[in-house]
């Protein structure tokens, strides 16, 4: 499988400041890459399609303009949660479809606004 | 649209089996997996199974697939309290893509 790692595994942000989450594919070169959103107690809610080298494809419902994705290159995404609310307090957790079968996950990214 | 169900929560003691039932809508999916979050962390893949086969076993963990009803089953023999997790059965729709479409997670409780 691929190895996924992703930083920061906790960050605590105030209202109004935003926040990046980065995502790094370490042993796998990664043309795709996912953001998922997990709320307390659910399932993964799939939030973009992060791709390399051009616009990420978001899921109905989720504002591009809030939740910026970048995939400069193809070993790291990175989603940037803009102006940040408590209601943008989650777990966040990206993924590789790697070499081999089945999609392989960062540790995710526990984000809490106050 | 997708839906995967799953009932929220299992109890077992430890040393029995443990069979985690998981109902999905694609049926266009080319696999169907089954992955485990301890708590606080990101999501392990436990194993997977192709869609033209109905049972893979791999050591404790044996999944069994009934296509016609589009029913997925992880079953966990000699359960242990290390097993003791959520865990999610996961279909990728849309036929060719890499996108999953998660349950909504078991929690596993194991008692020693």
């Known amino acids: 499988g691929a190895v996924v790692s992703q930083h920061p595994s906790r960050v605590i942000c105030k209202s109004g400041t935003s926040v990046k989450i980065e995502c790094r594919s370490l042993?796998?070169?990664?043309?795709?890459m996912f953001w998922y959103r997990q709320f307390p107690k659910q399932s993964l809610m799939l939030m973009a399609t992060s791709n390399e080298g051009s616009k990420a494809t978001y899921e109905q419902g989720v504002e591009k303009d809030k939740f910026l994705i970048n995939h400069a290159s193809l070993t790291l995404s990175t989603l940037t949660v803009t102006s940040a609310h408590p209601e943008d307090s989650s777990f966040y957790i990206c993924?590789?479809?790697?070499?081999?079968?089945?999609?392989?996950f960062g540790q995710g990214t526990r984000l809490t606004v106050v | 649209g997708e839906d995967v169900e799953q009932s929220l929560f299992l109890s077992v003691r430890e040393g029995d089996s443990s069979v985690i039932n998981c109902t999905y809508t694609?049926?266009?999916?080319?696999?169907l997996y089954w992955y485990k979050q301890e708590p606080g962390a990101g999501l392990q893949l436990l194993t997977y199974i192709f869609s033209n086969m109905d049972m893979k076993q791999d050591q404790r963990l044996t999944v069994l697939l009934n296509k016609k009803d589009k029913h997925l089953s992880l079953r966990i023999a000699d359960t242990q309290t290390g097993d003791s997790a959520i865990y999610f059965c996961a279909e990728n729709y849309g036929g060719a893509t890499n996108k999953l479409i998660f349950g909504t997670g078991t929690l596993l409780a194991v008692q020693p």
């Open positions: 993924s590789v479809i790697g070499p081999a079968v089945g999609a392989f």
């Open positions: 694609d049926s266009s999916s080319t696999y």
């Open positions: 042993d796998f070169q990664a043309t795709t």
